[in-house]
């Protein structure tokens, strides 16, 4: 039982490159949600999905689209990366309001 | 929107001592937790507590929500409490949409 996954743990981009982050869950939840974390600030969130089939926007949805693959997986994607894209990237899963957080991908655009 | 302030935002300690971190919040919450975030940069959920006083091991926790704000109590602090501190809120209108903190960030020297 790995709970959630992440791949991959660094990345790092041009501007204007595309990528995708993966995030797993065998947990079998139906929420999962993407964060990103500012050095010295909280996570903001970006995106989440509150079952299959389903995402909603957060708080900073700009510059990023989503995908609820299936029950398992909650992919994010950056279409034309942008320096204010840096961050740490954190997917979650919450159940019985406990979240369930991955490990994290440490995004550069440079 | 809601105004999530955290406080001290940096803490150093000498082991075995103890501490109080605060964090207050400017609107009526359905869900208040506490997490830490390790030096390593994983995030631990430590406390769901939108209401009451809880307690688990060291760590104590204690929300007011009438008076709009919760504390974290540690006591016989060790290093391994080292790390970041964050306080997160769900909005009353909200569906599980965490608003956190910018954190107490914890030292705790052997």
């Known amino acids: 039982n790995a709970g959630v996954t992440q791949t991959p743990k660094f990345q790092v981009l041009k501007t204007g490159q595309s990528m995708t982050l993966q995030c797993a869950q065998d947990?079998?939840?139906?929420?999962m949600y993407w964060y990103r974390q500012d050095p010295g600030m909280g996570l903001r969130l970006i995106y989440y999905?509150?079952?299959?089939?389903?995402?909603d926007k957060g708080e900073v949805p700009n510059g990023y689209n989503v995908s609820r693959l299936n029950k398992r997986e909650f992919s994010l994607r950056l279409e034309s990366a942008a320096p204010s894209q840096t961050s740490v990237y954190f997917c979650?899963?919450?159940?019985?309001?406990?979240?369930?957080f991955g490990p994290g991908t440490r995004l550069t655009v440079l | 929107g809601i105004q999530v302030e955290q406080s001290p935002p940096d803490l150093i300690l000498q082991e075995g001592a103890n501490s109080t971190l605060r964090c207050n919040f400017s609107?009526?919450?359905?869900?208040l937790q506490w997490f830490h975030q390790n030096p390593w940069g994983q995030l631990i959920n430590l406390f769901y507590?939108?209401?009451g006083t809880k307690q688990n091991g060291r760590l104590s926790a204690t929300t007011v929500a009438t008076e709009r704000y919760s504390l974290l109590y540690i006591s016989s602090s060790q290093t391994t409490d080292s790390g970041v501190y964050f306080c997160a809120v769900e909005r009353m209108d909200s569906s599980y949409k965490l608003i956190f903190g910018s954190g107490t960030r914890l030292l705790v020297r052997p």
């Open positions: 507590i939108p209401s």
């Open positions: 947990m079998n939840h139906n929420s």
């Open positions: 609107d009526s919450v359905n869900n």
């Open positions: 999905s509150a079952s299959e089939g389903t995402t």
């Open positions: 979650a899963s919450p159940q019985y309001n406990e979240q369930f």
